[in-house]
């Protein structure tokens, strides 16, 4: 408890509260000595008995399921449970280890401090980026939180931890017009050159993929589409029904010679469940991972000289965009709860471009 009064170091109203029944006032009157020994015994009973384990959870890892069960979704899921087990393999110095290994309450804040500079100097030798190093810290705080917010732990060991702020490298995760040109023209050239029609086949969804990414400007975790996310407004445009970060809609228009080549290239029954993008192997929605590999893989067709993630295609929209539509329509399509966001994200000042060259000149 942190404690206030200048002669004993005592809060009065504090040390009241924690005994549950003695008015600040009637403690006000007692000495400095008296209030010292009254808060060495409240403090003494509460580490004796401890706060009451609102969970229930016994280990590591019934504490951790009941710290994600919170989490609505599946990837978000994976991705705690991904970021936490990272702390507890750098702790353990074990490959695989399990959960229950290790041990919370021998958790320091000397441990947490080391794994970000460890996490840091991996940044610096160009292993992971600095989005990786702060969603690590942000989940391994989290959890930590949760386990003292519930009794679990009597103290947070992460409760000084700060995480690294975000650095700005959208514009350099961003490819030129040129290059997204270079992209749809190697794409359709893969499916040109498709040896058979299985190759053909997937050649074509590989295109669709790619320029549904760009033209909707989807975030790779909202991949999961149906033929049933599909509709036209009343002007008989078409757009897809997006379920974005917080379980927010948003409906993102495309353009209508793109939804005529989904349509024409639908490989399975008329039925509204089906995904819009199946493994040709399981049947099964195509999955986040494949998705990477098959931008990844039409990037090294086309030769480029560094290889983007699906995300890149999102900035590319946005910025591309900026030029010539309006921040709230971008901002609409995006999905962000702000204008600043898509304001302070994808307005780039070109190396050439400074309000300077934009005054009238006097001579």
Known sequence: MTLSRTDAGVDTEELGVAMGYAPPEALAQLSPEQLAVIKA?????????????????????????????????????????????HFVQWRLGIDYPDLDNLNLHTTTK??????????LKKEKTGEIARASVRRRLASLKSFLRYACDVGYLRANP???????????????????????????????????Q?????????????????????????????????????????????????????DKERDVPIPIELYQYLLANRQHAKDKTEPLFTSQKTGEPICDRHIR????????????SRIPSPHWLRHSHATHAA???????I?????????????????????????????????
């Not at 969970?55 to 936490?84: H, I, K, M, P």
């Not at 000397?110 to 996490?119: M, S």
Request: hydrophobic content about 35%; glycine content about 6%.
């Open 194 to 246: 498709a040896p058979t029609p299985h190759k053909k086949i997937q050649a074509q969804r590989n295109q669709l993929i790619l320029e549904l990414f760009y033209y909707g400007a989807i975030r790779v975790g909202e991949s999961g589409l149906t033929w049933a996310t599909m509709h036209s407004n009343q002007s008989g445009l078409p757009y897809i029904k997006v379920v974005g970060k917080g």
């Open 293 to 304: 590999r098959i931008i990844k893989s039409i990037a090294e067709v086309a030769g480029l």
């Open 110 to 119: 000397e441990d947490v401090d080391n794994y970000k500079a460890h996490l």
């Open 41 to 85: 015994t409240v403090e003494a009973v509460v580490q004796a008995t401890g706060t009451p384990k609102i969970t229930g959870a016994e280990t590591t890892s019934e504490l951790f399921s009941s710290w994600l069960t919170s989490r609505e979704s599946e990837q978000t899921v994976r991705a705690y449970r991904n970021d936490v087990m």
């Open 331 to 363: 901002t609409k399509t995006l999905g962000h709860s702000s204008g600043k966001i898509t304001i302070d994200n994808y307005l780039h000042v070109g190396e050439d471009e400074a309000s300077s060259l934009n005054l009238k000149r006097y001579r």
């Open 323 to 329: 030029k010539n539509t309006p921040i709230h329509i």
């Open 158 to 192: 992460a409760m000084l931890l700060k995480v690294p702020p975000e650095r700005k490298k959208i514009k350099e995760r961003t490819l030129t017009e040129t290059e997204i040109e270079i992209l749809f023209d190697a794409a359709a050239q893969v499916v040109e």
